[in-house]
Structure formats: C-alpha cells, structure tokens
C-alpha cells in the first residue's frame, strides 16, 4: 500500500511535465494516422497505384520523429529560448525575406523553402511564428516592472512584430493575419496601454491591406471573400458544398472508420478539410465537439501554467504558442463549417504534412518544457 501511495507517474514516464497535455497530443496524433490512412485512397490511386499503406507508414514515421523534437525541446530549460530569441527572430526575417523571392512558388505563393540535398520543404512562416513568440515573450515580460515609453514599445515590440507580417502577408494572408490576433493577444495580457495598440491595430490594418491589394495573389482574395458572401459555382463554392455534405452525411454518430464516400469528392481531404472528413466518419459528437474539447483542453492547461509560473517569460511564452496552435485550429474547423472564406489552413497534428508537424510538436515541447519547469518548482516548494 506505501508503495501505491508513493506510485508517481511522472517517475515513471521519465517527464515532469503536463501529462494532459502530453495525452492530448497522443490522441490527436492516432487520430491524425487514423484520418490520413482512411483519406489518402483516391491520392495514392493517384500517385503509387492504390497503396495507401504508404502514406500511413511515412505518416508514422513522421510523428515518432515530431514525439522526438517534441521530447528533447522539453528536456531543454525554457530559459534558454529567452538567450536566443532575438537571433531567432533575425533568422525567421531572413528565411521570409528569401522565401518571398526565391521560395518555392505554388498558387501563386511564394511559401515554402526547399532543402534540396535531404528533399525537405517547410514553410518559413512556421518558423516565424515561433520565433516571434519566443520574442515577444522576452520583450513583454522586460516591461512588466517598467512601464515602457512609446518609443520602445514601437521598436522592440510593434516594428518586429508588423516586419514579420508584412513579409508573410503577400503570399499567405490568412497566416499573417492569425500572427497579427495571436500578437494582439499577447499585448493585451502583457499590459500593453491601449493608446498604444490602438495605434499599433492601425498600422497592422495598414500593412495587411497594402498586400491585400498590391500582392500578386490579391485576385485570389477578392475571388475567395466573393465566393464566401455568394452563390455562384466555383472551385472554393464546391469545396465548401462537398464538406457541408460530408458533415450532414456524417450526423451525430458518424458512418465509421474507413466508410466515408466524400473523401472521393472533398478537395484535400487529408489536409484543408479533413475536419469535416472526420466528422463523416465519427460523427458530430466525436468527430467534431471531441476534437473542439481537446483543443480547448490544450488551451487550458497552457493558461494554467501561465497562472502557475513564476517568471512573465515562461507564462507568456505558454499560453502565447498554445493561442497560436488552438486559434489556427479553430480558423480550420470554421472554414470547414462555411463560417469563414476558404483560408487553407491546416488542423495541427492531424493534417497531413512533415515540416508542419515538426514544428508543431517543437512548439507544444517548448509549452512543455515551461510546464516542466512549473511542476519541479511547486514540488520543492511543498
């Protein structure tokens, strides 16, 4: 019975950190090998014959890879983010600044950048995102005993903060504008005056409408925000039919694992509507309102630790890349229910894509890595 009493199983599991929080993810991830073998049969009778074992097995491997950044970014004190975050930011600049001209163009975006030798693409603004968090939460938690004049404000919070957006902005707005709200929300609970992002709205209203109208891929905007407040047919209007039809055929309960019949219609039913491919299969109940828990669950504990740590760094940087994560996830999931125009965001840790959920699972290793850090404080203190 002592030993019962004494069983801790965060001895066990070799962790200090957030076992919720490590449960959540383990679930999306099945869900994610679950979803992307069920919908990826059309694409592989496409691309290797009708073999969708393939992809089943690379998306394995790609989530026991992410398990690893994942366990070693928590293994690293978080402090050490805070050394480092302005070289960060620097080389998320230049890797925007080089995607912007020499990226990877596709859809008239240029998105991506590729690493030829290892045949590996990524998205620079994955890395930006990241990187300006861990920024913003060094410069904010600097000005929480000082009140910080307009001037600093500007240039070590605002400037940084609209570069990142105006360079993500002329290829992928939608990713600009989920950094813009995810920023603004740090302001906020970093105690920013109002006056000052009053004036720092403006000026990111500013930005993000000058790429709005001068960007090549303006055209496709006005195309997608006019499909989404018309009727007329069109390639967004059919992706969005196809999943409000693959959400109605799937009800409360679903059609179960392996019976959806829309995944044959649904534009990208692995990635950009596999919210609505999982409603099909498993129903509202738990393909929709059990992923919509889980992502809230996730939120939730990082503002528990944001209330449990002791340094504005660590809480900032928790609930700061926990917002980012769930705020994208929810933009998915309401293009997927017509609440808002096509955006072509993906659902973290469940879409399918390499780059993208490694650097997911290097965010949710470093909200990790803080929940370490408060779980080993509390416990000396008791």
Known sequence: MEAI?????????KTKADLIIWAIVII??????????????SLAYRVNGGHPERFLIKRLIIVVIGFLIMYIAHTINYTYYKRFANIFLIISVLLLGYTLFFGVTLNEGSR????????????????AKLALIIYLSAQLSKF??????????LLWIFLPTGIVCGLIAPANL???????????????????????????????????????????????????????????????????????????KGGLLGKGPGNSTQRNFLPHA?????????????????????????????LWRSI????????????????????????????????NVNLLPV???????????????????????????????????HKEAA
């Not at 009493?5 to 599991?13: A, E, S, V, Y």
């Not at 993906?346 to 370490?372: A, E, H, Q, R």
Request: charged share 10%; hydrophobic share 50%.
């Open 270 to 298: 692995y990635s950009d509507t596999i919210y609505a491919f999982l409603i099909e299969e498993y129903g509202l109940i738990v393909g929709g309102f059990g992923l919509v828990f889980l992502y809230l669950l996730l």
């Open 112 to 127: 991506w950048i590729s690493i030829p030798v290892v045949n590996v693409t990524f998205q620079s603004s994955d890395v």
């Open 28 to 41: 999306l991830s099945l869900t994610s090998l679950i979803a992307i073998y069920s919908s990826t049969g």
């Open 174 to 248: 939608s990713t600009a504008l989920i950094i813009a709200v995810c920023s603004g929300m740090m302001f906020f609970i970093g105690r920013i005056q109002f006056s000052y992002l009053a004036i720092m709205g403006g000026v990111l209203i500013i930005i993000l409408t000058g790429a709005f109208m001068f960007s090549g891929r303006s055209q496709t905007w006005q195309n997608r925000i006019s499909n989404f407040t018309s009727s007329e047919k069109s390639v967004e209007s059919y992706q969005v039919t196809q999943a409000k039809m693959a959400i109605a």
């Open 144 to 153: 929480q005993n000082t009140k910080g004049e307009f001037t600093q404000i």
């Open 304 to 335: 528990v630790i944001f209330r449990k740590c002791p340094y504005a760094f660590g809480a900032f940087l928790a609930v700061g890349l926990s917002f980012t994560l769930v705020f994208q996830a929810f933009i998915h999931m309401a293009v």
């Open 5 to 13: 009493k004494n069983f801790d199983i965060r001895t066990r599991i």
């Open 343 to 377: 955006t072509g965001q993906t659902l973290p840790l469940i879409s399918k894509g390499g780059s993208s959920v490694w650097f997911t699972c290097l965010t949710i290793g470093v909200i990790l890595s803080v929940s370490k850090f408060v779980n080993e404080n």
